[in-house]
């Protein structure tokens, strides 16, 4: 059974890069049929799909946060990584990460999701 | 981008009602949409794929249908532990928004 488990600093200051790790068990990232994304939600508010990447390495960003994001994969240690540089306080919210069925882009499904790890951006 | 809206936002009602959650897509998504489930304080859970395929493991009150921009969740029979909040999602291509999400209460 496929678990991911996100990890990172719990406190960004603004204007400085948020970093965060998904770490999946139970498969492997580079496994065919999936690929991997995160899904961010600010507090009492909704879900924002962030970005994807694909077992080939290749990504898709939402447009809205495009020029402040690099989503990568580590295979050797079967992570995701998300980095978002210039962050305000805007940009605090509830990390997700989740595994994605891939069915081209026609019908693809988020499942399963890690528990999510709390960012708060303050000085 | 495809843009997805719920109705209502929020919704009161009793364990055993019928309740039925409606998504309208911006443009027609075919039968590309997702449902969510999420409680407070955990991560949103897969119910529905593909307008209408229920996820393994999801009780089978819950149901889905539509195709084009209108879709429906419908829960045949609320129990207590359904009330949570619920998220549609397309799934026509990226980038894949989600729904603002209906918060289910007890009434």
Redo the contacts between chains.
């Keep these: 059974q496929v678990q991911l488990q996100e990890s990172g600093p719990g406190l960004v200051k603004p204007s400085q890069t948020l970093s965060l790790t998904c770490t999946v068990s139970g498969g492997s990232i580079s496994g065919g049929g999936y690929y991997w994304?995160w899904i961010r939600q600010p507090a009492g508010k909704?879900?924002?799909?962030i970005g994807?990447i694909y077992r080939t390495g290749s990504t898709?960003y939402?447009?809205s946060l495009k020029s402040r994001l690099t989503i990568s994969a580590d295979t050797s240690k079967n992570q995701v990584s998300l980095r978002l540089t210039s962050v305000t306080a805007a940009d605090t919210a509830v990390y997700?990460c989740a595994r994605v069925?891939d069915?081209g882009?026609?019908?693809?499904?988020?499942?399963?999701?890690?528990?999510?790890t709390l960012v708060t951006v303050s000085s | 981008d495809i843009q997805m809206t719920q109705s209502p936002s929020s919704l009161s009602a009793s364990v055993g009602d019928r309740v039925t959650i409606t998504c309208r897509a911006s443009q027609n998504i075919s039968i590309y949409l997702s449902w969510y489930q999420q409680k407070p304080g955990t991560a949103p859970k897969l119910l529905i794929y593909t307008a209408s395929n229920l996820q393994s493991g999801v009780p089978s009150r819950f149901s889905g249908s539509g195709s084009g921009t209108d879709f429906t969740l419908t829960i045949s029979s609320l129990q207590p532990e359904d009330f949570a909040t619920y998220y549609c999602q397309q799934s026509n291509g990226n980038p894949f928004h989600f729904g603002q999400g209906t918060k289910l209460e007890i009434k």
């Design positions: 994304s909704g879900l924002e799909w994807l898709t939402n447009p997700y069925t069915y882009g026609k019908g693809d499904y988020f499942d399963p999701w890690g528990q999510g």
